[in-house]
Structures are given as C-alpha cells and as structure tokens.
C-alpha cells in the first residue's frame, strides 16, 4: 500500500520559518519526481516545487528564494524549507510523487500518488 504522510506543518509568523516533511511507504522513491503542491479553499492546487530524481529542481515563481526542496533518498523523504514565510503561503500543502521515471512535468496529472495535506497558516 503506497503511502506519503507529511508532517510539519502548523502556524507561523510573517517573516518566520517552517520545514515540511514527507515520508514515502510501498513505493519506489528515488526513481520519482516529487513535489510540493498548496491549496486554499476554492483555488486550484498549484505546484510550489518539483524535485526531480537527479535532483533537478523547479519552483513557483512565488517562492523562488524563499523555498527549498530536498529529498533523502535514503530514508525515502522529501523536504520543503520555507523561509520568510508571508500570508500568502497559507495553505494546505500536498506531497505527490509522479510515475517511476518520468520527469517532473506541470500540473496535477504528472502525480500519481498523493498525501492528505498538512496545514500552514501565516498570520501578518
């Protein structure tokens, strides 16, 4: 059974800082791109960053500088640094890992498996 459960999430100040983590079970990790993805009510979700299995990197435009992405190939992790948190990155944020091998690509159709979301609240 494929498995990513992500962890960290909470509430934080504008300006402050939050990791989130994800863990991986029943899958094979370090052939997958993995993302980061947030949502807020009545939005679509959208990708915040990509990791590819070579370790390429992508991210939103809106968290260029800001965000990191990071994987652990070892302990089948994935890590989302947030620096200089703003309200605006309040959101759920979604782990995802995409088909065995394929590149990272745009949009929610490149990712096959999915975790329930953590919450990250920014207040100002």
């Known amino acids: 059974q494929v498995q990513l459960v992500e962890f960290g999430g909470g509430s934080v100040q504008a300006g402050g800082s939050l990791t989130l983590s994800c863990v991986a079970s029943?899958?094979?990790?370090?052939?997958?791109?993995m993302a980061w993805f947030r949502q807020t009510p009545g939005k679509e979700r959208e990708a915040v960053a990509m990791?590819?299995?070579?370790?390429?990197?992508t991210y939103a435009d809106s968290v260029k500088g800001r965000f990191t992405i990071s994987r652990d190939n070892a302990k089948n992790t994935v890590n989302l640094q947030m620096i200089s948190v703003q309200p605006d990155d309040t959101a759920m944020y979604f782990c995802?890992?995409?088909?065995?091998?394929?590149?990272?690509?745009?949009?929610?159709?490149?990712?096959?498996?999915w975790g329930q979301g953590t919450q990250v609240t920014v207040s100002s």
């Open positions: 995802a890992a995409g088909v065995d091998w394929n590149r990272c690509a745009p949009g929610r159709e490149a990712f096959v498996y």
């Open positions: 029943g899958v094979t990790f370090s052939s997958r791109c």
């Open positions: 990791i590819n299995w070579d370790r390429l990197t």
